[in-house]
């Protein structure tokens, strides 16, 4: 199983643009990276997913390198309301496949 | 779509006593998920199914049984209440694509505090 290493956390003031790295050293070839955003007392929610290179929406953009060990979430021109915690996930759905969340990233935003 | 819906929203347990958290789809989802998320932490797979009538454990089974008869419910229950069980619980459905593209859609959440 692809384990995924992020940082704790990270802040950043309004207007910024803000990019947060994940790590997968392990990760399979079928293996999609899949990013969540969770506000406080709320449930995660999908931001973005990709497999290779570039990937993006009306939310976000997703850079993955050629050996997709690591992945970058970049968030643009970040508002107070970004502030939130941003799970990095690994996996392809496969009979092992156990999806982790980890701690992930407290993005906080300053005025 | 009324999305992941689950309840109570809120409940207080005395250590011991039991019961079960509902969860319920109405996306035709196959899978689902329980997770338990503590102050500070991320989220840890309780259980897991893939389809009716199939359950899995996931990371922190322990004190936790789950059952699947029908595609839209997924209820946990706790049998003996310990102190060790207050947390946060989601729930999430999901589905893949033939690529192996994951959505996860999660619930509301269930605060239980157990006393």
């Known amino acids: 199983l692809a384990k995924t290493t992020q940082p704790i956390s990270m802040d950043s003031y309004e207007g910024q643009e803000v990019n947060i790295t994940c790590s997968h050293n392990?990760?399979?070839?079928?293996?999609?990276i899949t990013w969540y955003q969770q506000f406080p007392s709320q449930g995660p929610r999908f931001i973005i997913q990709?497999?290779?290179t570039k990937v993006t929406n009306e939310v976000a953009s997703l850079f993955i390198p050629a050996d997709r060990k690591s992945s970058t979430l970049s968030l643009p021109r970040v508002s107070l309301s970004d502030t939130a915690v941003y799970y990095c996930?690994?996996?392809?759905?496969?009979?092992?496949?156990?999806?982790?969340f980890g701690r992930g990233t407290s993005l906080i935003v300053h005025p | 779509n009324a999305g992941v819906t689950q309840t109570p929203k809120f409940r207080i347990l005395k250590i011991g006593q039991s019961m079960t958290l509902q969860c319920a789809q109405d996306?035709?989802?196959?899978?689902m998920y329980w997770y338990r998320q503590d102050p500070g932490m991320g989220l840890k797979l309780i259980y897991y199914?893939?389809?009716?009538?199939?359950?899995d454990k996931g990371e922190v089974p322990n004190g936790y049984n789950v059952s699947r008869s029908t595609t839209e419910d997924f209820p946990l229950r706790l049998e003996l209440a310990a102190p060790s069980q207050t947390s946060v619980y989601f729930c999430?459905?999901?589905?893949?694509?033939?690529?192996?593209?994951?959505?996860?859609?999660f619930g509301p959440g269930t605060r239980l505090l157990v006393l």
């Open positions: 199914s893939v389809g009716a009538g199939i359950t």
């Open positions: 996930l690994v996996g392809d759905g496969g009979g092992s496949y156990i999806p982790t």
């Open positions: 392990n990760i399979a070839t079928n293996d999609y």
């Open positions: 996306m035709n989802h196959n899978y």
């Open positions: 990709g497999y290779k």
């Open positions: 999430a459905s999901s589905y893949w694509t033939s690529g192996g593209q994951e959505t996860q859609y």
